[in-house]
């Protein structure tokens, strides 16, 4: 089956620093991506649709300028947490569709913001 | 835009019971409900998904139901085993949007020996 990989798995970082996470589709090519962000004990909110080649859609109330994602190869996602503080620490997954109708997530990256 | 809401939160069963997990979602255009299972600090995993056209759809002990009008769908988990505690995911999609899910808040369960 289609496999995506998210890099890296665990990150921890100072205040004000920014992080980059990837998102990977290893044996398709994946014209959108999905970025979700999920606190302990909550769901799957939605953040922004990644879209190859163009914009990024950015769900209400998701700041574009905190949570930049580019897409800049069918098979490469990047979400960059910048100037991270502490509030923005979470799990953070990308999903991407095989072709088939199913969508396969990442294995998700913790984000731990001292 | 969609809203999809789930209950119970929390669900404990005993090993041999069913489960049963409910979601209601509020765009009438939506037409593909999969359900998640989630172990903790691990990758949503695909376990049944249903899309309008059907009404219920069962792979092994595992059903999934749809009433269109009422806007509502249910999982079933017959012959609960300790290994299916885990925290459930109801989500809903519209057509040209079938990968753009929206996660209904999540039923943990815990299925006791």
């Known amino acids: 089956g289609a496999v995506v990989s998210q890099h890296p798995s665990r990150v921890i970082c100072k205040s004000g620093t920014s992080v980059k996470i990837e998102c990977r589709s290893l044996d398709f090519q994946a014209t959108t991506m999905f970025w979700y962000r999920q606190f302990p004990k909550q769901s799957l909110m939605l953040m922004a649709t990644?879209?190859?080649?163009?914009?990024?859609?950015?769900e209400q109330g998701v700041e574009k300028d905190k949570f930049l994602i580019n897409h800049a190869s069918l098979t490469l996602s990047t979400l960059t947490v910048t100037s991270a503080h502490p509030e923005d620490s979470s799990f953070y997954i990308c999903s991407a569709s095989g072709g088939a109708g199913e969508l396969f997530f990442g294995e998700g990256s913790r984000l731990t913001v001292l | 835009g969609e809203n999809v809401e789930q209950h119970p939160s929390t669900l404990s069963v005993q090993e041999g019971d069913s489960a049963v997990i409910k979601c209601t979602y509020s765009?009438?255009?939506?037409?593909?409900f999969p359900w998640y299972k989630q172990e903790l600090g691990k990758r949503p995993q695909l376990i049944i998904d249903i899309r309008s056209n059907v009404g219920e759809k069962k792979d092994q002990r595992i059903a999934v139901t749809l009433n269109k009008t009422a806007k509502h769908f249910s999982l079933h988990i017959t012959e609960t085993q300790p290994e299916d505690s885990a925290v459930y995911f109801c989500?809903?999609?519209?057509?040209?949007?079938?990968?753009?899910?929206?996660f209904g808040t999540g039923t943990r369960l815990q299925v006791f020996p």
């Open positions: 990644s879209n190859e080649g163009s914009k990024a859609t950015y």
């Open positions: 765009d009438s255009a939506s037409n593909y």
């Open positions: 989500a809903a999609s519209k057509p040209s949007y079938t990968d753009k899910l929206i």
